[in-house]
């Protein structure tokens, strides 16, 4: 899909802006997007209602900001590949469970993260996959299988995370399980953890951080990843 406007796939007349459609049960794959100026794929769904039974399976995204955003969407995010973009994917606000038998979980997507020149006005930083609010009584996710890239230099006061968990409490469990990031020497956090509270717990494991300034921060467990040629390494 090459057209000339801001979103390609959305539940709102605007992209970004409501009302949103209440329509669940999707599926997308085996498509291609590219030249964006804003997201390829953007859906939200009402919070805290169970929106189950979404596939966006392996699909092309190359040249825009961001590939695919969720609000409140249930859905098997997997074998995605992401190229020239200023984020991969990001998840936010999942407060309840899924359907019995569907597993709502983030797997085997390729982020290669492009320059400067894909990012809005006034970001100043760039992310391969972010998972953000997720609680009260949402099952537990997994993200695994993933490889985040990043082949870019950016200007100095512009930071770069690979993954990046956000807000997980309310005992919940996110596992970030056999990801790599290759950073290039560009990557400034390779997994970034904040505000991990209320018993929540945020596992990183089995995974290759590769050339990136920093790998863990804040009240996380990171337990058998290989750390290869870090320069200047807290962990």
């Given amino acids: 899909m090459n057209v000339n406007a801001g979103f390609a796939i959305s539940n709102a007349p605007k992209g970004d802006a409501g009302p949103y459609a209440r329509l669940t049960t999707l599926r997308f794959s085996t498509t291609k997007y590219r030249i964006l100026p804003g997201r390829a794929f953007i859906w939200k769904q009402p919070f805290g209602v169970n929106h189950s ?8 995204f190359t040249n825009m900001w961001e590939g695919i955003q969720t609000y409140a969407l249930l859905a098997d995010i997997s074998n995605n590949t992401m190229s020239q973009v200023g984020r991969g994917l990001s998840r936010h606000g999942v407060n309840v469970p899924a359907d ?9 997507n390729t982020i290669t993260m492009g320059d400067e020149s894909v990012w809005q006005t006034g970001r100043t930083r760039v992310i391969g996959i972010w998972i953000n609010y997720h609680r009260d009584t949402a099952d537990p ?34 596992t970030f399980s056999d990801n790599t990031v290759n950073g290039g ?5 390779g997994f970034l953890g904040s505000a991990i509270t209320g018993g929540a717990t945020v596992t990183v494991q089995n995974g290759e ?5 920093y790998g863990r ?7 058998a990843i290989r750390i290869r040629a870090w320069s200047g390494a807290q962990r």
């Fill in 53 to 60: 039974g979404n596939y966006i399976l392996h699909n092309c």
């Fill in 100 to 108: 019995v038998g569907f597993v709502p979980q983030i797997t085997n």
């Fill in 141 to 174: 996710l997994i993200v695994s299988g993933n490889t985040v890239n990043f082949p870019n230099a950016y200007q100095e006061g512009h930071t770069a995370y690979g993954f990046w968990a956000l807000t997980i409490d309310g005992g919940r469990t996110v």
């Fill in 185 to 189: 020497n560009n990557c400034t956090i």
């Fill in 209 to 213: 951080l590769n050339d990136a300034l």
């Fill in 217 to 223: 921060c804040w009240g996380i467990s990171m337990r």
